[in-house]
C-alpha cells in the first residue's frame, strides 16, 4: 500500500473542528525533510524516512502534522487562522510499524493563549469522547513554567537550554542533573595555545569571533570556508559553560523537588505558589498565567479528570508551554496530546513569535504519540 493510499477523505471529526472554526486542510504525503530536522527534535529526527527529489532536496515521508500545517500558514497572509486534518504520518517504530493514521487541530496567531489553550483542551476532550464514547483522563505540564524556574535560578544559557530540551524525558534529566552535581576535576581548556586560552576564559563570544577571524586570517582561510567564526565561538562557549558549571546542592534540590511536584489540576496553582514562596523564587508572571489558563479550564469543564505533572513534558523541541496528553481506561498509551508552540514559527523563518497550539488524536493503534 503506498503513502497516499492510508490518508482517509473521510474526516470523521470533521464536523466537530469545523464547528469550532477550523478550515479544513488536505497537505502532501511528501514534505520538505529539512523543517522537520532543524525545528522538531531528536524524537522526530531518528524516526523520520528521508528520500532525495528528483532535483536532490531532501524530502520526508510526513512525520507530523504541525509542521506541515505551519508552513502552510506561513505561505499565506499569516492572519489568526484554525486548522484541521486528518490523514497518515510516517515514523520508524520498535515494534515494526511505520505509519499511523491521526486527526488533528492547529489554532494559530490568536493573541488571547489562554482562551485557546482551554478550547483546545475542551476541544481535544471531546474528540476523544466522540471517537471512544466515553471520557478521557488528561495529563498536563507547564514548559513554560519550567523555563522560568532556569531563568530564576540563573543558570547559564547553555545549561538552560539543555535542561529545556530534556524536560519530559526522565532518563536525560537526571543524567543532566547528576552532571551538574558533580564537581569538575579536569581542565576543560587543556590543549589551548596560551593566546587562545586567555581569550576563552573571559567567556566574551565577541571577543572569542574576533580572534578566530583574525587567526583564520592570518593562516589564509576565507570567511565561507567552513564554519564561520562567530558560529565556532558561540558553541564553543557554550560546550564550555556545559563543562564548566556545578550547581550546589541547594538549587540541585530545588530542581528535582518542582520535577516531583504533581497535584490535580484544582489544586495545582497553590501548591505551586506554596513551592516557589518558601524557596525564595519570583515567578509571578508564570505562575499567573498558569493559574488563569486552570481556572478557565475547571469552570468550562475541559479539565475535570486534569492532573498537573511538573516535570511533565513531550519530546518535540519545538513545545514552549502547556502540554498534554489524553489517556482512557485499558488503553496503554495516551490516545490525544499536544500543547503550545508559540517559537516554531520562529524556527521555520518567521522574524517574530507567533502563538500557536494544536493537538492530535490517534485513529489507527492503541495509543497517540505526538
Request: charge should be negative; charged fraction near 25%.
Amino acid at each position: 500500500m503506498g503513502p497516499q493510499a492510508v490518508d482517509s477523505a473521510e474526516g470523521r471529526l470533521k464536523e466537530l473542528f469545523e464547528a469550532a472554526g477550523a478550515s479544513w486542510l488536505s497537505l502532501p504525503v511528501l514534505q520538505p525533510a529539512d523543517p522537520f530536522l532543524e525545528a522538531a527534535g531528536e524524537e522526530i529526527r531518528r524516526r523520520m524516512f528521508v528520500t532525495e527529489g528528483a532535483r536532490g532536496e531532501r524530502l520526508a515521508l510526513r512525520p507530523d502534522f504541525t509542521i506541515p500545517v505551519c508552513l502552510h500558514y506561513l505561505a499565506g497572509d499569516l492572519a489568526p487562522c484554525r486548522y484541521a486534518y486528518e490523514g497518515a504520518v510516517f515514523r520508524r517504530s520498535g515494534d515494526g510499524a511505520s505509519e499511523r493514521l491521526e486527526t488533528g487541530y492547529e489554532d494559530i496567531g490568536r493573541t488571547d493563549r489562554t482562551a485557546a489553550d482551554v478550547e483546545a483542551l475542551d476541544l481535544a476532550g471531546q474528540a476523544v469522547a466522540a471517537l471512544a464514547g466515553r471520557t478521557a483522563s488528561v495529563r498536563l505540564g507547564d514548559i513554560g513554567l519550567f523555563s522560568a524556574l532556569l531563568g530564576a535560578l540563573d543558570l547559564p544559557q547553555a545549561w538552560r537550554r539543555r535542561l529545556r530540551l530534556s524536560f519530559g524525558v526522565a532518563e536525560r534529566m537526571a543524567a543532566n542533573l547528576d552532571h551538574l552535581a558533580a564537581p569538575r576535576t579536569d581542565d576543560p581548556l587543556a590543549g589551548l595555545d596560551d593566546d587562545l586560552r586567555q581569550v576563552a576564559e573571559r567567556h566574551d563570544e565577541a571577543a572569542l569571533t574576533d580572534f578566530l577571524q583574525q587567526r583564520f586570517a592570518d593562516h589564509g582561510h576565507n570567511e565561507g570556508d567552513g564554519r564561520p567564526a562567530a558560529e565556532i565561538a558561540r558553541r564553543f562557549l557554550d560546550q564550555l559553560s556545559l563543562r564548566e558549571t556545578h550547581l550546589d546542592a541547594d538549587t540541585l534540590a530545588v530542581l528535582r523537588d518542582y520535577l516531583a511536584l504533581e497535584a490535580p489540576l484544582a489544586e495545582a496553582s497553590g501548591l505551586l505558589a506554596d513551592f516557589f514562596s518558601r524557596r525564595g523564587l519570583s515567578l509571578a508572571p508564570a505562575l499567573e498565567t498558569f493559574a488563569a489558563r486552570a481556572g478557565q479550564a475547571l469552570a468550562a469543564g475541559a479539565a475535570d479528570d486534569a492532573f498537573f505533572y511538573a516535570g511533565f513534558g513531550r519530546p518535540l523541541d519545538y513545545y514552549t508551554g502547556l502540554v498534554f496528553e489524553l489517556a482512557l481506561p485499558g488503553v496503554t498509551d495516551p490516545v490525544a496530546g499536544g500543547g503550545r508552540y508559540d517559537g516554531l514559527m520562529q524556527m521555520l523563518g518567521t522574524d517574530d513569535a507567533v502563538p500557536a497550539i494544536g493537538f492530535s488524536v490517534q485513529l489507527s493503534g492503541e495509543g497517540a504519540r505526538r
